[in-house]
Antibody
C-alpha cells in the first residue's frame, strides 16, 4: 500500500526549533516530489514547498521562503519540514503529499499524510 | 504567483441537489487544475485532475470542466457524504496555489 506517515503532534514554545517528518512507503520514494501544505485553524489549504527526494531540489512559495526549510533523506524515505524559531502564527496542521504525475502529464497531489498538528504557545 | 478564486465560499444545499462550484485563475493555466475534497479533521482527497479527469475510485456524480482561467466542479446529485469542503489547485506553475475553499453545508 502506498502511504505517507507523518510524525506525531508537537507542542512548542515561541522561539523553539522543530523538525517534523513524513515517511513514504509502498513506492519508489525518489521518483516523486513531496510537497508540504499548511492548514491554519479553521482556514484553507496553503501550498508551502516541494522537494525532489532524489536530488534534494526544492521549490518554495514566496510566502514561506525563509520561514521554513524542507529536506529529505532518501536512505530512509523520509522528508522533513523544519523551523529554526517558531512563532505562535505557525500553529497549524501540516500535511505532506506525494506529487504524482497523471497519465495526462499533469501534477497531482495523489497521496497525503495524515497531518501533523503543531501548536506554538507560551 | 497565479491566484485562484473560488466561489461561493459556502453553500447551503440538500441531498439530491445539483451543485456547481467555480474556480477562476488570475491568468491562463490551460487545463492544469485539480479539485480536492476535505472532510473535517481529514487530509484532502483528490477528486478531479487536469480539469476534467476523474481520479480512480471517485464516484461519477463528480465532474469537472473548463480551461484557461475558468473552471467548474459539478456534483450531479448530492449525497450525505459529499458535505465537505472543496478546493481547486493550479499546477501550471509553482507555487501550486489552492483556492480558498467552498464549504457545502446541509440546508
Amino acid at each position: 500500500e502506498v502511504q505517507l506517515v507523518q510524525s506525531g503532534a508537537e507542542v512548542k514554545k515561541p522561539g523553539e526549533s522543530l523538525k517534523i517528518s513524513c515517511q513514504g512507503s509502498g513506492y519508489s520514494f525518489t521518483t516523486y516530489w513531496i510537497g508540504w501544505v499548511r492548514q491554519m485553524p479553521g482556514k484553507g489549504l496553503e501550498w508551502m514547498a516541494i522537494i525532489n527526494p532524489g536530488d534534494s531540489d526544492t521549490r518554495y512559495s514566496p510566502s514561506f521562503q525563509g520561514q521554513v526549510s524542507i529536506s529529505a533523506d532518501k536512505s530512509i524515505s523520509t522528508a522533513y519540514l523544519q523551523w529554526s524559531s517558531l512563532k505562535a502564527s505557525d500553529t497549524a496542521i501540516y500535511y505532506c503529499a506525494r506529487l504524482g504525475m497523471a497519465v495526462t502529464k499533469h501534477y497531482i497531489m495523489d497521496v497525503w499524510g495524515q497531518g501533523t498538528t503543531v501548536t506554538v504557545s507560551s | 504567483d497565479i491566484q485562484m478564486t473560488q466561489s461561493p465560499s459556502s453553500l447551503s444545499t440538500s441531498v439530491g441537489d445539483r451543485v456547481t462550484i467555480t474556480c477562476r485563475a488570475s491568468q491562463s493555466i490551460s487545463s492544469y487544475l485539480n479539485w480536492y475534497q476535505q472532510d473535517p479533521g481529514k487530509a484532502p482527497k483528490l477528486l478531479i485532475y487536469a480539469a476534467s479527469s476523474l481520479q480512480s475510485g471517485v464516484p461519477s456524480r463528480f465532474s469537472g470542466s473548463g480551461s484557461g482561467t475558468d473552471f467548474t466542479l459539478t456534483i450531479s446529485s448530492l449525497q450525505p457524504e459529499d458535505f465537505a469542503t472543496y478546493y481547486c489547485q493550479q499546477t501550471y506553475r509553482t507555487p501550486y496555489i489552492f483556492g480558498q475553499g467552498t464549504k457545502l453545508e446541509i440546508k
